[in-house]
């Protein structure tokens, strides 16, 4: 199953170490995306628009599988 999985670096709430090995894990179904971010990536200026180009191609390259 396909899993996109964004994570800001300077999270203080989730570890963004434990997702960096999780993507490690399965580098083939899983997409990571990290940004100079706190926890909430959507939220943090400069990042929303790359983050819903990122979803929208993820969404299109994983249609079907």
């Known amino acids: 199953v396909p899993l996109l999985l964004a994570h800001g670096s ?3 709430i989730c570890s ?3 997702s960096r090995r999780l993507s ?4 083939a179904s899983i997409t990571y995306l990290e ?9 943090e200026p ?3 628009d790359s983050l819903t180009a990122a979803i929208s ?5 994983n249609a079907g599988r």
């Open 16 to 18: 963004v170490e434990a």
């Open 46 to 48: 400069g990042h929303f």
């Open 57 to 61: 191609g993820f969404i299109a390259d």
């Open 35 to 43: 940004y100079p971010a706190k926890h909430e990536v959507f939220n």
């Open 24 to 27: 490690r894990k399965s580098p």
């Open 10 to 12: 300077f999270d203080g």
